[in-house]
């Protein structure tokens, strides 16, 4: 009754509750900007109102300043686990109270302000998106199709092994991702990755992508130790690499899941540096420092150029199925001895027959230390279980190496 007057005073105006369960009837249905609440009262403490307050959606963001003549610390300890924004012990001063209160109210009109202009600039973004979609030829429907099935967690993320030519073993795997359509199974990138590589979704795409592998990684790499330098190859776009924070969050991820730098290679393309190149390569250069492997995608089908070999940090190239697809050896060939004179490793995509891969190893018998391959002969991609089977039996069946 003393504070409500002091405070009233001051010109706030005061609602008073005599209990717990009144002090949260009129919290619901007055929604106060700020709440004073003592410990010990009758029929329910303040714990337990603050606990009830904080698990309703109208009242879970008041500030409740918890204001008693409780001393003990574990008592003070309990008040802020429960959601309490400050403590008060009694006897209090006026000026301290009103110091305190002020300062909150303050605090949660800035935290409202914060929201209001959250919501702003979410609305603002979803315009600017559907702005995007238009200029791009890009159907926003589309667009919030893809958006809101990534955030029911409809896609997956898919694992193709790439396999040793030399000794035939198994040395990491191509992260790619699927979408598990509720009613059209699983849908191919073909079909969505334009819209996301062209919006704002690929950076939580992306980002998402980055550590679902490096999760799947971690948890090989326990399960089987001598599996220890196994790598997972990601692909990362021409924007991610824009990301002001990408190579601080790369970092965070690495050291989340006790990843080794070098078991992470990030697939770009020859493209890559169309954007702001100042930035993209100063992101590579640092990428780098951390330990990361560079491979650059695609390689002879893109915007070639022989300055990326040198621009670019890369340590493998991995030269397009098509060339194989097409047969084209003496391609293939001159692409491989390019970049074994880099001093560069090399991975053949698109390997689908014995025939191919026989011929490949004989067009650089002498170097097949560095070459890889990855194709549907070797496996098709695979969910993480599928290639965890994988795994195990290349462990323990030395049949299922190619010699």
Avoid at 67 to 72: L, N, P
Avoid at 170 to 194: D, K, M, S, Y
Avoid at 201 to 215: D, E, F, K, P, S
Avoid at 278 to 294: E, P, R
């Amino acid at each position: 009754m003393i504070l409500s007057k002091m405070l009233g005073n001051q010109g706030y105006h005061i609602l008073e509750a005599r209990c717990g369960l009144d002090a949260i009837t009129i919290a619901k249905s007055r929604q106060p900007d700020l709440i004073l609440l003592d410990i010990l009262m009758p029929d329910v403490n303040g714990y337990e109102v603050c606990t009830t307050l904080k698990n309703e959606v109208a009242t879970q963001n008041i500030p409740i300043v918890f204001i008693s003549a409780v001393e003990e610390p574990n008592e003070k300890v309990e008040a802020f686990s429960v959601g309490g924004v400050d403590f008060i012990n009694k006897p209090f001063q006026l000026v301290e109270v009103l110091a305190r209160v002020e300062t909150h109210l303050r605090l949660s009109s800035m935290q409202c302000q914060l929201i209001e202009q959250a919501n702003l600039l979410k609305l603002q973004n979803i315009s600017l998106q559907r702005e995007l979609c238009n200029i791009s030829g890009i159907n926003p429907r589309e667009y919030e199709r893809i958006s809101e099935s990534f955030n029911r967690n409809e896609f997956k993320v898919f694992y193709q092994p790439i396999i040793n030519l030399q000794s035939g073993l198994i040395n990491g795997f191509e992260a790619l991702i699927r979408w598990q359509h509720p009613q059209r199974g699983l849908v191919l990138p073909a079909e969505f990755i334009e819209i996301i590589e062209t919006t704002d979704l690929i950076y939580a795409v992306g980002r998402w992508v980055i550590n679902t592998a490096c999760q799947q990684l971690r948890i090989w790499q326990s399960y089987y130790p001598h599996l220890e330098n196994l790598t997972i190859s990601v692909n990362v776009s021409t924007k991610q690499l824009l990301e002001f924070n990408l190579v601080n969050y790369v970092r965070e991820t690495l050291n989340e899941y006790n990843i080794k730098p070098q078991c992470l290679k990030l697939e770009i393309t020859e493209s890559t540096v169309m954007g702001d190149r100042d930035i993209t390569l100063q992101n590579l250069y640092q990428l780098k420092a951390l330990g990361l492997k560079f491979c650059i995608d695609d390689f002879g089908t893109g915007y070639s150029s022989l300055r990326r070999l040198t621009d670019f940090p890369i340590d493998i190239l991995k030269i397009d199925y098509s060339f194989i697809h097409n047969a084209e050896w003496l391609i293939v060939k001159a692409i491989a001895t390019l970049a074994f004179s880099l001093g560069k490793e090399v991975v053949l995509e698109g390997i689908e027959t014995n025939e191919q891969l026989e011929l490949l190893k004989s067009l650089f018998p002498n170097s097949l230390a560095m070459v890889y391959g990855q194709g549907y002969l070797f496996a098709r991609p695979l969910d993480a279980f599928a290639a965890s089977i994988f795994l195990e039996q290349a462990k323990t069946i030395p049949d299922l190496e190619i010699a």
